[in-house]
Every structure is written in structure tokens, then in C-alpha cells.
């Protein structure tokens, strides 16, 4: 999620109530801080707000849209998924919920967000079913190197690592949205597949590198938000 919230908090922390700093930890890619606000859970990153436990909707999104474009797949077998960035984790509950998924594969580069995951931990309550999921395997690697030297295909890659092509939360992310980092998403991708990415904000620019880089069917989905412009998921699927 971004700093525009997509929607009022359920329930919404008290005015006066200051936040509670539950982990700080300094690691190669800068700060990454958890803390409690009222009823919600939030991650900062560099002192950029990422997300929080209010909503989760654009996130749940991801995934839905992503499965709802393999449209050519064997009923018969079940779809690989790749989810870059763990987050609070709204995006692999919503896909371990859906048993059409097979394999479901979670890259997160923070050893402190999947800590914030374990039993116990605080952000345990919301994902230990899904991370407890026969198909689910977390892997503690940073998403640019896992599409490079990784040999695994997926038949749909959701990915969710900043606020987006235009907003990213430290430099080294950017490289997902040239044209490298989108050949080496197609180069993961099964034909047919099917590549979503999260951003707070629309980008015509990283529409036009997605049909420059081949893909198919690009679209732009976006989702409300309650106040400035909506998040959007970019869609895009390799040629068969």
C-alpha cells in the first residue's frame, strides 16, 4: 500500500494516541520499522509509510486479477504463483484462500518483515494459516536477483515491493520497471502468463515499456481510494 490510504480504517486509532515502535532494524536496503497505531499494525521503510492492516483490498486485487487473466490454463493444473513482497502479508492469505493455486512462491528481501511473520510475532495472527500452507515457501532474497538467477517459471507474477514505477522507497527497486527488469519478468513467465504489478499511482510510462517489452493485453485496473488519485495494478500477459 501507499501513503494514500485506500480506504478509512474499520477502526480507527485514537486521535491522541501516538504510535508504538514494535521493531527497528537497520539492514543493507536502509530502515525498516514496525509499530501499532490503534488497532493497526504499520511497516515504514526509510521513513516512507508502506502499508498497514486496515484494509488490504488493492493488495487482495493483486492476486484476483492476476488469476482472473489465465484464461488458457488446464482446469486440470494449478497455477504457479511468484508474490514479490510478503508486506503484512493481505496478498498470500488471499491466494493460500484460493485452491486453484499451486505452488506459491513468496520473495521478500527484509529478514525483518518475515521475522514480524513468525510464530508468535505480531503479524502472525493475520497470515500463520497461510504460511503454514503445504504450497507456500518464503524466500529470503531480493526480487531483482531471484528473477535473474532463479530457474523456476510461474504462470503469474504479483508483485507489491514499493509504492510503484514512479514512487519507489530506495533506488535499487526501480530496476524492476526498465526494460531489464521487465524482460527478466517475461524470461520467469510460462507463455500465456500472466504479470501484475501493485502502484499507488497510474504510470502511462511503465504501460508503454510493458507492450515495448512484448507484453500482451496490458490494462491499467485501478482501485478508489479515499482521498488523491487511486492505486492501480498493471496488468500485462506473455504471448503464448
Known sequence: MSPQQSTVPAVAPAPDTAPEVLDRRSG??????????????QIIANGCFLMDTSDGRSERLLVDLAAAALTDRDPETRPRLLIGGLGVGFSLV???????????TVVEREAAIIDWHRPGAPLSALS?????????????????EHLRTGASTYDALCLDIDNGPDWTVTDDNGGLYTPDGIARCRERLAPGGVLAVWSAQPSADFEGALRNSGFQGVRTHEIPVARGVPDVVHLAVRAG
Not at 488471499?94 to 506459491?104: H, K, L
Open 28 to 41: 543493507p536496503h536502509g530502515e525498516v520499522v514496525l509499530r501499532r497505531h490503534g488497532h493497526l499494525l
Open 94 to 104: 488471499r491466494a493460500a484462500a484460493q485452491p486453484r493455486w499451486g505452488r506459491i
Open 128 to 144: 500463520r494459516e497461510a504460511l503454514a500452507d503445504p504450497r507456500t515457501e518464503v524466500l529470503h532474497t531480493d526480487l531483482l
